[in-house]
């Protein structure tokens, strides 16, 4: 016998035979885990069915194929949930059979299981941190990190809870039958929350309540199997597990039905996560249909109606931010959530006198998509950075002087487009979001400032913005419904509206005056979820859009109109032409023949361009990318868009996929991977006469741009050389690759050589807007020298917008630069404030300033003067150029602009960027205590002290991330503090 101290061991072949012993049994019970997870998923089908319409929810049919899919989706998710329990299970038997400690093992299972969680869990405390407000407060990051890290203890703690039940002693059965049932009971509650808490918003909180409801149903009905001491045949539990597994895999091999996906996507949170995840294209053969339509030649762009006479000396455009369709007439009922009749006495008076537009569309459902492309009258996918012209410097060649009165949103961050709307505008006034109340005040002196002068003004509101302004804090208590919140901000905006008009009219003549009253997205106050612009739904793009013409009666429109038209409105009562270059078409016309049978096809996007809709005739068709769906509904009959017709008529169906192509060719680029496609495409190019292209000219254009056929490359260089047209030459640089701007920079140069002085200032009126690629030279320069000399500074402009985009070479343009700013400073030519601004800010954009000092110090002395202009926009220009020209010994007179509390804010902007690249260290104390005292320099603060890298601004820094109510801003301020501690690390150090 062994000594009574020594313990026994047992012989390595008991050890072996131990652990094969222990793996059978786990894996017996993981094969019939298998089982309760098919069984699962079956059970979460008939919960996700039944369910919505129990609790009063609606729900979209499904036929047998749809429920099939639907079964097979959760399937995947309760096979999902069993792997990973069965991963945990039999790591955990291993180590236990290796270390035989059941405590250690139990925790090493539960920290495995919150392992899993560890991802979804960051993904719920993003979503539920993603809301309009409680994103911009400072300690959302502290905020995530925490949510995220309770739901991964909390799914530790549940783990070690399931795995100390399981190895419990044995207790009585009426205790052995309760545990599955209270699984079962919690797996309800998790589904019912998915179905009532906040349905259509945070989509990542609902899935994960999904998941939950997956796994608790896995566990209910894994535990009643062993309650019930069920012993399936090895047979059955391998038919049963492989009859599971097979239903997995449907959704890889299930057909690519439309409806069927988009059926899917609106059912469940799992379905549409899972499909979005899947590939996803447009319904083969769309393209091809477009492509088989032959199109005439383009139309010529139609003369204003000019019926009447109808031009107004001034012109005012109020933007309301977030203005619901429906809480104004005449998309108003008496049961709408944006509003009742009671909420706006003033403007339901003022409005009688206006032509109201009842089914108007956003091209976005978020501001800073939706804005750019309402100002320059574009489609959503295209570049409002690159493509038309700012709509200040539009009405300013009308005659009319743009001065703007906008919260402090529009003057950070500037590199946004939303954030570029203010450019061109002669004057800016900006009013606190804390006190919107002096937007009255703010937009009375503005106007007073111009009285008597043909004005054009635009007033952007933000009362019915979450989180709904209300006026100063009275201590009131909340609505309790958000519709009722939504109500209250409505009420204070009619109030906010009985003041400012009849400012505007004490100034500007109402029989002088056109006005134009507009919404930039829509709202949503519970009626599918909270905030905007993550659908294209009605509640998210359509908006209220009303126009009040001098000497005209009111009267309402029931034609499908859009934003994109406004720009186009606006110029015509400005007295404009109609501009090829506008994708909308004025309402001047609609209003003088409302019941005119032309139907137009509106295109209308989500905030982030991930979901598309198209709008015609009160017929809506949306297409989900990611996931393939797509749906059609009546908007007369199914205003809520409850019912999907999509599949119903398939020729509808075609003709509307037909029209989104047509306007958004993107859509279907996948398809040119069809040779029929591609070969259809190349002989529509070979087809087209350059002197007379067809009416879709720029559909192939951009179909050919995306093609990697050669032969569609060599047909878009063939048509660029031969057109005499600028307008298709400019459209076809527009879409030139990145890669390929080279070799067209060479093609430019050799046009230029072929062409007039006269075609080509057309060419350049047109190619400036494209953004091309730099092919300027000597000969370029020479007809630019010749422009100077001989032309008005009219035609400048177009010049000076191709520079621009090109950060011209100092060596080449600044002696035509420095021309133009001694000829528009001589006082012999009128003032031109756009083109004067437009050479300021070339000279800003040169590179490579190696002329002698004299001519460089010759040119700076030119611009200083410039820095006290009473243009903001021009103020602002000087203030850069002479950044770029190095004049420290000017940076005095920045500086005192800076200190100017009434100077413009552009310029002020420009001049903290300017005093930076000038003095470095010696600006920051400067900097810093101009940008503590007045929050909306903050930003511009931030990112110049950024270039500088100095620890001395650490501290304002610090104070920017802890304090400023702006959520980018203080993002921008913690990346520059990390930027500058990450040098002082590695040893770089910081400018002191």
Same mark, same amino acid.
């Given at each position: ?865 410039? #820095?006290? %202009?009473? =243009? ?5 220009? /000087?203030? !850069? &150029? *002479? @950044? +770029? $020209? ?43 205590? #101009?940008? %503590?005292? =007045? ?5 511009? /603060?931030? !990112? &110049? *002290? @950024? +270039? $500088? ?44």
């Amino acid at each position: 016998m062994l000594p009574a101290s020594e313990p026994l061991k047992d012989p390595p072949s008991a050890r072996r035979t131990s652990l094969g012993l222990r793996i059978a049994a786990t894996s017996t019970r993981i094969v019939a885990g298998a089982g309760a997870a098919a069984i699962a998923a079956a059970w979460l089908t008939v919960v996700d069915r039944e369910l919505p319409g129990l609790l009063g929810a609606p729900a979209s049919s499904l036929g047998s194929n749809g429920l099939a899919a639907l079964a097979a989706l959760h399937g995947v998710l309760a096979l999902g949930v069993w792997l990973v329990g069965a991963a945990a299970v039999l790591v955990g038997t291993l180590v236990e059979t290796r270390w035989r400690r059941p405590r250690a093992v139990r925790w090493l299972v539960s920290a495995l299981v919150a392992c899993a969680a560890l991802w979804p869990s960051a993904r719920l405390a993003n979503s539920l941190t993603s809301g309009d407000w409680i994103r911009e407060q400072p300690w959302v990051p502290e905020l995530r990190a925490g949510l995220a890290g309770a739901l991964a203890i909390g799914a530790l703690l549940f783990a070690r809870i399931v795995v100390g039940l399981r190895s419990m002693p044995e207790v009585g059965p009426k205790r052995r039958a309760l545990e599955p049932a209270g699984w079962l009971a919690l797996s309800i509650l998790a589904a019912v929350a998915d179905v009532l808490v906040l349905p259509g918003l945070y989509q990542a909180g609902h899935l994960i309540l999904r998941v939950a409801a997956a796994v608790l149903a896995v566990l209910a009905f894994s535990r009643g199997a062993a309650v019930a001491r069920l012993a399936l045949p090895r047979v059955a539990t391998a038919l049963l597990c492989g009859s599971a597994l097979a239903l997995a895999l449907v959704p890889v091999a299930w057909p690519r039905d439309a409806r069927l996906r988009s059926d899917l996507v609106l059912t469940s949170p799992v379905a549409a996560g899972l499909l979005r995840a899947s590939s996803a294209a447009m319904p083969r053969g769309t393209l091809r249909a477009v492509l088989s339509r032959s199109r005439s030649a383009r139309a010529v762009p139609r003369a204003p109606s000019r019926a009447n006479g109808v031009v107004a000396k001034n012109v005012v455009l109020i933007v309301v931010d977030s203005l619901r369709a429906d809480a104004l007439p005449p998309a108003r009922t008496e049961r709408s959530l944006g509003g009742r009749r009671k909420d706006t006495p003033f403007l339901n008076r003022w409005l009688k006198g206006f032509a109201l537009f009842r089914h108007a569309y956003a091209q976005s459902g978020r501001t800073r998509t939706s804005m750019p492309h309402m100002f320059r009258s574009l489609q959503p996918f295209e570049d409002a950075g690159r493509n038309g012209a700012p709509l200040a410097e539009r009405m300013a060649a009308l005659g009319r002087t743009p001065v703007a009165v906008v919260p402090p949103y529009f003057l950070m961050p500037r590199d946004d487009e939303a954030h570029r709307l203010i450019e061109g505008f002669k004057e800016v006034a900006v009013y606190p979001m804390e006190r919107q109340e002096e937007a009255v005040e703010r937009a009375r002196r503005v106007l007073e400032a111009f009285r008597g002068r043909p004005v054009f003004a635009w007033i952007h509101l933000y009362a019915v913005h979450y989180p709904y302004y209300t006026g100063p804090e009275t201590g009131r208590r909340p609505a309790r419904t958000e519709s009722g919140q939504y109500r209250r901000a409505l009420r204070w905006l009619d109030h906010h509206f009985s003041e400012l008009i009849p400012a505007i009219n004490e100034i500007l003549p109402p029989e002088d005056t056109a006005i134009v009253l507009a919404a930039d997205h829509g709202q949503r106050v519970g009626d599918g979820g909270t905030g905007h612009g993550y659908s294209v739904r009605e509640p998210d793009v359509r908006v209220p859009l009303a126009v009040r013409l001098p000497g005209k009666r009111g009267l309402v429109v029931d034609r499908v109109v859009g934003n994109i038209d406004i720009v186009p409105t606006l110029v015509e009562l400005a007295g404009g032409a109609p501009d090829p270059e506008l994708r909308g078409r004025s309402l001047v016309g609609v209003i003088e023949s409302p019941r005119s049978t032309e139907r137009r096809s509106y295109l209308v996007a989500t905030g982030d361009l991930d979901g598309w809709g198209l709008v015609k005739d009160r017929e809506k068709l949306i297409y989900d990318p990611e996931s393939g769906a797509l749906y059609r509904y009546d908007l007369r009959e199914d205003p809520k868009e409850r019912r999907n017709l999509f599949g119903h008529d398939p020729d509808r169906d075609a003709v509307l996929l037909a029209e989104m192509i047509e306007l958004h060719p993107a859509l279907a680029t996948s398809e040119l991977q069809d040779p029929e496609t591609l070969d259809l495409l190349t002989r529509r190019l070979r087809r087209v006469r350059p002197s007379a292209p067809p009416g879709d000219i720029g559909l192939l254009v951009r179909l050919a741009a995306r093609s990697t056929a050669p032969d569609h490359a060599r047909e878009l260089e063939r048509l660029f050389r031969e057109t005499p047209d600028p307008a298709l030459g400019a459209a076809i640089v527009r879409e030139i690759p990145q890669k390929g701007r080279a070799r067209w920079a060479g093609l430019l140069r050799e046009k230029m050589k072929r062409l007039q002085d006269r075609d080509v200032e057309r060419w350049v009126a047109e190619l400036a807007s494209a953004g091309p690629p730099d092919f300027g030279g000597a000969g370029l320069r020479r007809r630019l020298d010749r422009v100077v000399n001989e032309r008005p500074v009219s035609s400048w402009l177009p010049w000076l917008r191709l520079l621009a985009g090109w950060r011209p070479s100092a060596s080449v343009w600044a002696a035509p630069l420095g021309r133009m700013l001694e000829r528009l400073g001589s006082g012999r030519t009128p003032r031109d404030v756009q083109t004067l601004a437009a050479v300021l800010d070339a000279i800003a954009s040169c590179r490579g300033f190696r002329s002698p000092r004299a001519d460089v110090d010759a040119l700076a002395a030119a611009v200083e003067p410039f #820095v006290d %202009d009473e =243009e903001g926009q021009v103020g602002a220009a /000087a203030c !850069r &150029a *002479l @950044g +770029t $020209l190095g004049a420290r010994e000017r940076a005095g007179r920045i500086e005192r602009r800076l200190l100017d509390p009434a100077a413009d804010p552009r310029t002020r902007q420009a001049a903290i960027h300017a005093l930076v690249k000038l003095e470095g260290e010696q600006a920051v104390e400067l900097t810093t205590r #101009v940008a %503590d005292a =007045e929050q909306a320099l903050a930003l511009d /603060a931030v !990112r &110049a *002290l @950024g +270039t $500088l890298r100095s620890t001395s601004a650490l501290p304002f820094l610090r104070r920017v991330m802890e304090h400023h109510p702006h959520r980018y801003t203080r993002e921008q301020a913690r990346r520059v503090i990390a930027r500058i501690e990450a040098r002082g690390r590695s040893g770089g150090g910081g400018r002191n």
